[in-house]
């Protein structure tokens, strides 16, 4: 199950909206073949494992080894379940359900009702934790969401306003790239509009190599000027407005007066099946999604400048869960439901 993991983390940003799924078909102590989920619409872990396998007859005491339960139901791919049937496979571990409501416990059921040895529940917090973004937006309806910041050593976001500023950026090289890859492993990025209008920024993938996300504004007033680099090519992105901006060339819903703002956001979001969303601020933003309790994770960072001024960093209600050195900087990770710390040794 540990190289099962491993396989279907191959596929972290690239398998969204799905599940990361490995397999891996052992025989005693050997490995006969793995497979991974590569991306939606490509062949499923089960199938990519047995095409290395190949066509010869699987073993009768072969088992394959799957972080999920396989699907029943006839997708953009037939159901594996039927398929590790047909193709004679006796055992099958698997780390946990699959809550989609398509599967639940129909692909479990289909593999013992033929025969099937299933045993559930290897590795599973593991791998709960590693899916969670495909999780929570199957369990709760609505995409994980991440809040990042990055805070001064006394607490402020910024030192007031962006040309008085002699400190123009917080954090070290090395905290820099690490985002650029957080942003390459979720499916959207979201900004207020105040931070569009004081730092412009591009919201793209350009320090690692990866998928950049959607980019997604929220600018009810319509500040946000035309020009923003957030608007120009390179990827897609959605404004959230209060009224239709002809000036602007990208997707748009508009926000009613009276509607929530992150509600609405939410809801567009998991209606486009995006599964995670990274909230890279301003301060307004990030509280409202810590004052109505509509947040999974928090990365913050801590750089070294005093700035003895300026806008207060958001409140979060608990302690870090884990803290590392990334450079000179210090990132602290929080969970709203304070998962078990090891989760990030995983
Ligand atoms: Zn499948």
């Known amino acids: 199950m540990a190289r099962a993991l491993q396989l279907a983390r191959n596929a ?6 799905n599940p990361m799924v490995g397999a891996v078909l052992v025989q005693g102590d050997r490995i006969l073949a793995e497979g991974w989920h590569k ?8 199938v990519e494992c047995l095409r290395a396998f190949g066509d010869g007859p699987v073993p009768e005491d072969a088992v394959m080894v799957l972080n999920l339960e396989p699907c029943s139901h006839h997708g953009r791919t037939p159901p594996c379940a039927d398929m590790l049937v047909e193709r004679g496979v006796k055992h099958v571990v698997v ?6 409501p398509e599967v639940a416990g129909k692909g479990i059921a289909r593999l013992r009702g033929a025969g099937v040895r299933v045993d559930v529940g290897v590795r599973e917090a593991e791998a709960r934790w590693m899916n969670r973004r495909f999780l929570t937006s199957v369990n709760e309806g609505r995409p994980y969401v991440i809040l990042k910041w990055a805070r001064s050593a006394d607490g402020r976001l910024d030192a007031g306003p962006r040309t008085e500023r002699v400190v123009q950026r917080i954090t070290g090289a090395d905290s820099h790239t690490l985002v650029h890859r957080w942003r390459s ?20 993938v350009r320090l690692v190599a990866g998928r950049s996300p959607l980019r997604v504004v929220l ?3 319509e500040r946000t000027p035309a020009g923003s680099r957030v608007y120009g090519g390179g990827s897609p992105a959605l404004l959230f407005t209060g009224r239709s901006r002809a000036d602007l060339a990208v997707d748009q819903v508009i926000v009613p007066k009276d509607a929530d703002p992150i509600s609405t956001m939410l809801n567009e979001l998991h209606h486009r099946q995006v599964r995670s969303v990274l909230v890279e601020g301003g301060a307004m933003l990030l509280q ?3 004052e109505r309790d509509l947040w999974d994770e928090a990365r913050v960072f801590t750089g070294p400048p005093h700035f003895g001024k300026g806008t207060p960093a958001p409140d979060l209600p608990h302690a870090p869960l884990r803290t590392e050195n990334i450079g000179e900087d210090l990132l602290h990770r929080f969970h709203r439901t304070q998962h078990p710390a090891d989760a990030w040794c995983w």
């Open 12 to 17: 972290t940003g690239t398998a969204a909206p």
């Open 95 to 100: 780390a946990h359900a699959d809550p989609f």
């Open 185 to 204: 492993e979720e499916q959207a990025i979201l900004v207020g509009s105040r931070t569009v209008i004081n730092d412009d920024p591009e919201l793209t």
């Open 39 to 46: 991306q939606a619409g490509g062949p499923h872990a089960e």
């Open 219 to 221: 600018d009810r007033d």
């Open 288 to 290: 409202h999604f810590i």
